[in-house]
């Protein structure tokens, strides 16, 4: 008996040190108990999880800390159907690949199950898949349910949440952090609970109740939201992996019209981070090299909004001047800082002149608010913010827009850098193994320090140089470079514009990436190989996943039609068609999507004695959970603008760290940042005034940011100006930048029909209006055919796109 003891002993020791993974798992059930059945993928472990049937008012889940053997496993199996023959004995009820959650509404606790997966890539050996079928169990027993369990209210929260897709745009890995960039799997070596507390795991609440009771993640899988392809590509004859990912973040999440701008905490809507991943593709054993580079998009840091309106396809912008003092700006440069290091580079590409100011109210005060900041910042620390209007140099060929944007990634990526390291796999080793998601605590084994909170302003140049160290004794990795600083990108909708740009960069940076690696010996890869359109495929698939996520359509992708060389006519049919559908999801759809994304979030927690969701006004209701009850009486006042300006914390007894340190970071933010102006309005006041976008002042000034790069001297400038009469400064304005085609989502119309009327749509309020002179086809940017093309309409029907008049024959 005694070595018996030893020896099992000695097999959880084993276990910890290879940090197994539960991959595949069995549920079965007594009247009394679920009992499910989790193994590693070599079977070598088994464990057992316990959740109590009988309390339907109270989650009860006891863990058994045994290791069993595969024999033992099935024994215990039978004796469990022994024990319970009186009462039905144990049964098998359904094969599943983790658990997504445990969430409850007004009646019993549910418990979300993977039941299929599909494998969608690898990244160092680690498996990443999709959920391809899901299931929803009841916890409690038949007899121990109650009334409220089948109410109404019951079954229509039930229903929000399965229409949360778990099958489309959700991805996980068992051993892999996918909520981490590669960069950072690397360098930091966070693991257990800590990870599902992050900005990009979107089952955090979901799993809060069964991670706090076992202090374990072994049952579940985080999820993360966005995007992810992998796809193997060749140049001159030498083959890589290239892998794009996007992450979309679970804080302000939401749709379109209902998640604007900024926060009170810095985060913003559409806030998503693509990393672009370029492996070797190394025989079996042998040294690996690989390469990343990360950007971000986010909805522009400042209070403003749109209202959804039935009646008009293009709602007013509404800019808030709540924030004088650009708080909730500043938090969230701060945080970007936390996150990636400096510098931050922001490429603005929304509209810089309008016949009636829309978009360029939010520029002008957008880079009001980067001229405050940066006031109180100095040398690497300041922000490097450069505006392009994509719009208005997409008039010609898209290959000279690509190319000018190409000379701006290239200038980015001067200042960032990529990361690169070989990886070299130790003897009798698989692949790179990641960090124990057992238990939580820190790794013993590092790579390099954390480099995102160290002060560099090193450019490219190799930070931390070439060290060597072992990866939990399976992998020694040499580090070469670190990515340090962010290009983030945004236009009105973060969608189509941007996703154009985020392509250039990714291009440009793909160069770098294949040299580092050593594929090519080129930097810059030309726009016209077939690589540069097998990724420019890649991108435009991601552009029409994320576009549809947030927008409810496929993103416009005039650009990249017009480098494949599609049919013009083709291209506008494309465009109409999917700004209709975007007008029809924002107008009909969005609200209940809104408010499925908020109860799978656990922003909104259903109580038995407080309104449904749906009773609610607006999105301004995540104070509302379990603990507290309280809408502002400020809501009905602001209520029209149907977005939320509070972040929606997840509400618990206890937050973890990482949360309020989030929360709090403007206060223990490294030093080099900004320190809040004295007497600085922090609280933002409720009756501030909304301000409509056509009663601002549209100046702006057109001055160099990068003072320290050196532009492409066979770039003009001779058409750069300075506006003395604004305050900012340290701009650097592109319009001297040559380029064509156009992807922007909110011009389709303008550039596609011919509507006769000299009063820009942009800003059209929703109410019938007249046409009162007419436009020629140059000023709106439509030809001749594009003004054919839409002949067959009526004159209602385009009044009715273009103006939002109510469509009547």
């Known amino acids: 008996m005694g070595t018996e003891n030893v020896k099992r002993t000695l097999t959880e020791e084993e276990a910890k040190e290879r940090s197994y993974y539960l991959q595949k798992f069995r549920l079965y059930e007594t009247r009394s108990n679920f009992y499910m059945i989790g193994r590693d993928k070599n079977r070598n472990v088994w464990r057992v ?77 680690h498996a990443i898949y999709e959920i391809t079928k899901r299931q929803m169990i009841p916890i409690p027993n038949s007899t121990a349910r109650s009334k409220m369990d089948f109410s109404k209210n019951e079954n229509r929260y039930k229903k929000l949440l399965f229409s949360v897709d778990l099958t489309k745009d959700f991805y996980f890995s068992y051993s892999y952090h996918v909520m981490q960039s590669l960069q950072r799997n690397l360098c930091n070596h966070e693991s257990g609970n800590s990870l599902y507390e992050t900005m990009f795991v979107w089952n955090g609440f979901l799993t809060r109740g069964i991670r706090n009771q076992l202090k374990n993640t072994l049952w579940t899988v985080p999820l993360v939201y966005g995007f992810f392809k992998q796809v193997k590509l060749s140049l001159c004859g030498k083959d890589f992996i290239l892998t794009l990912m996007a992450r979309r973040s679970r804080h302000y999440a939401g749709t379109r019209y209902l998640k604007r701008g900024v926060n009170e905490k810095g985060r913003v809507a559409n806030d998503v981070e693509t990393e672009q991943i370029v492996i070797e593709d190394a025989p079996e054993g042998c040294p690996t090299k690989i390469s990343s580079i990360v950007q971000i998009r986010g909805s522009i840091p400042l209070f403003w909004s749109q209202e959804t309106s039935r009646l008009n396809i293009k709602p007013d912008i509404i800019l808030s001047r709540k924030d004088l003092n650009y708080e909730a700006t500043r938090l969230h440069f701060e945080n970007l800082v936390k996150r990636y290091g400096k510098p931050i580079i922001i490429l603005n590409l929304i509209k810089r002149h309008e016949k009636k100011p829309r978009e360029s ?290 509400l618990c007894e206890t937050d973890s760290a990482i949360e309020a340190s989030i929360v709090g970071e403007s206060q223990d933010l490294c030093q080099h940042l900004v320190n809040v102006p004295e007497g600085g309005n922090i609280g933002l006041s409720e009756s501030s005034p909304e301000i409509s976008t056509c009663e601002a002042d549209l100046s702006c000034p057109r001055r160099r940011l990068f003072p320290d790069v050196q532009l492409d001297p066979n770039i003009e400038v001779d058409n750069i100006s300075l506006d003395e009469q604004s305050n900012c400064s340290n701009f650097l304005d592109m319009d001297w930048l040559s380029s064509s085609g156009n992807s922007c989502e909110e011009d389709t119309f303008e550039k596609s029909i011919d509507t006769g009327d000299g009063v820009s749509s942009d800003n059209i309020i929703p109410a019938p209006t007249k046409p009162e002179s007419t436009v020629s086809a140059s000023e709106c940017g439509s030809s001749g055919k594009s003004s054919n093309f839409l002949t067959e309409y009526s004159d209602n029907f385009i009044q009715w796109v273009v103006y939002g008049e109510m469509l009547w024959p």
């Not at 006891?62 to 215990?76: A, G, K, M, N, V």
């Not at 605590?441 to 390099?448: D, I, K, L, W």
């Not at 209701?621 to 400020?634: L, V």
Request: proline letters at 1%.
């Open 361 to 650: 109210v939010l520029r002008t005060e957008f880079a009001n608010a980067i001229e405050s900041i940066n006031k109180d910042l100095a040398g690497e620390s300041r922000l490097k913010f450069l505006h392009w209007d994509l719009s208005k140099h997409s008039k010609k060929k898209a290959t000279d827009a690509l190319w000018q944007l190409g000379k701006v990634a290239s200038n980015a990526l001067n200042l960032t850098g990529i990361f690169y390291c070989q990886m070299t796999p130790t003897s009798g080793t698989e692949r790179l193994q990641n960090y124990s998601c057992m238990e939580e605590g820190n790794s013993e084994v590092g790579v390099v320090q954390n480099v995102y909170e160290i002060d560099n302003s090193s450019g490219m140049e190799s930070r931390g140089g070439d060290n060597i160290s072992t990866v939990s004794g399976n992998y020694l990795v040499k580090q070469v470079t670190l990515q340090k600083g962010v290009l983030r990108t945004n236009c009105i909708d973060c969608l189509d514009r941007t996703n154009v740009a985020q392509y250039a960069f990714g291009l440009m940076a793909l160069g770098h990436q294949l040299q580092a690696i050593g594929i090519s010996d080129d930097l810059v890869l030309d726009l016209d190989t077939p690589l540069a359109d097998d990724l420019m495929t890649v991108y435009e698939s991601m552009g029409d996943t994320l576009a549809l996520q947030y927008g409810g359509s496929a993103a416009h992708n005039k650009i990249f039609s017009e480098r494949r060389g599609q049919w013009r006519a083709a291209t506008q049919s494309q465009e109409l068609f999917r700004t209709l559908q975007r007008y029809y999801s924002n107008a009909y759809m969005d609200a209940v999507k809104q408010d499925a994304i908020n109860v799978f979030l656990g922003y909104f927690q259903p109580q038995l004695d407080k309104p449904a969701l749906w009773e609610l006004d607006s999105d301004q209701h995540y104070s509302i959970g379990r603990q507290s009850f309280n809408i502002s009486d400020g809501t009905a006042a602001r209520s029209f603008i149907k977005r939320s300006l509070s972040d929606g914390n997840i």
């Open 49 to 125: 999880l316990k959740i109590d049937r009988l309390d339907s008012s109270e989650l009860n889940i006891h863990e058994d800390s045994t290791i069993y053997s595969q024999i033992e496993c099935y024994d215990l199996l039978r004796r469990i159907h022994e024990g319970n023959k009186k009462t039905g004995g144990l049964k098998f009820v359904t094969t599943c690949y983790g658990i997504v959650g445990i969430i409850k509404f007004l009646g019993p606790y549910y418990m979300l199950l993977i039941t299929k997966r599909r494998k969608i890539g690898i990244i160092c050996g």
